[in-house]
C-alpha cells in the first residue's frame, strides 16, 4: 500500500468530514451543538465584532476542550472516527496503515481546524509577515473573516465552512470570495434565533 496514498487521501477525508461538521454546527439539526459553536460566533467574533484580538478568545475557556477545540467537534469527530476505523477493518486495512491513517486525520485536523483557525482570530500573527507564506495566510484568513460576517436573511453563516482550504466550498456551492456589507435583517435575525445564548 502507497504511504502517500493514504497522506493524499487523509487530507482529503479530513477535508470533506470538516467541511460537513462544520456545516452540521451552523444547521441546529443537532441543536446543543449549534449553540455551543455560535457563541464563538456571536459572542467572540460577530459580525459586529473584531475578527482578530491581541490573543484568541476561546469560548471553550468555560467549559471542557482539548487544545481549546470545544465538546461540539469532539464527540462528533470520534464518532466519526470510531466509523472510519471500524470501516478500514472491514475492509482488511492493516492495522499500522490504520493507526497512520487516524494519527494523520487528527494531526490535519488538529492543525487546521485548531491551530490555524485560532491564529486568524490573533492579531500580529507571525504567519502574516513572512514572504509568500503570508500573502496565503491572509488571503485565507480573510475568506474566514467572510464566513463571519457573510448572514443570509434568517440569520445564518452559509458560506465559507473551510478553514485553510476552501475546496469543498467550491465543490458544495457555499463559497463566497468577497461580502459587501452585513446584512442587519440577517443580523437581527441571528440575534433573535441565538439570544439565549446572548443574554448569559
Known amino acids: 500500500m502507497n504511504v502517500v496514498a493514504i497522506i493524499v487521501g487523509l487530507i482529503l477525508y479530513a477535508e470533506f468530514v470538516g467541511y ?22 456571536l459572542r467572540d467574533y460577530g459580525p459586529k465584532s473584531k475578527m482578530r484580538t491581541k490573543e484568541y478568545v476561546s469560548g471553550t475557556a468555560q467549559r471542557f476542550n482539548i487544545l481549546g477545540i470545544g465538546l461540539e467537534y469532539l464527540l462528533p469527530s470520534a ?39 485560532s491564529r486568524f482570530h490573533e492579531k500580529d ?19 474566514h ?8 436573511e434568517d440569520g445564518r453563516m452559509g458560506s465559507n465552512y473551510g478553514i485553510c482550504f476552501f475546496w469543498m466550498d467550491r465543490l458544495f456551492g457555499t463559497f463566497r470570495k468577497k461580502v459587501s456589507k452585513l446584512s442587519l435583517k440577517g443580523y437581527a435575525s441571528a440575534q433573535e434565533r441565538y439570544k439565549d445564548i446572548l443574554d448569559k
Open 20 to 41: 460537513f461538521l462544520h456545516k452540521l454546527l451552523h444547521s441546529e439539526n443537532i441543536a446543543w451543538l449549534s449553540k455551543s459553536h455560535m457563541n464563538h460566533h
Open 79 to 117: 464518532v466519526i472516527l470510531a466509523v472510519l476505523v471500524g470501516a478500514l477493518t472491514l475492509l482488511g486495512m492493516p492495522w499500522g496503515y490504520q493507526a497512520l491513517s487516524v494519527v494523520g486525520i487528527i494531526t490535519w485536523s488538529g492543525t487546521m481546524f485548531g491551530y490555524m483557525h
Open 125 to 143: 500573527f507571525w504567519m502574516a509577515r513572512v514572504p509568500i507564506l503570508g500573502t496565503w495566510y491572509r488571503r485565507v484568513r480573510r475568506l
Open 145 to 152: 473573516d467572510i464566513h463571519h460576517v457573510y448572514l443570509t
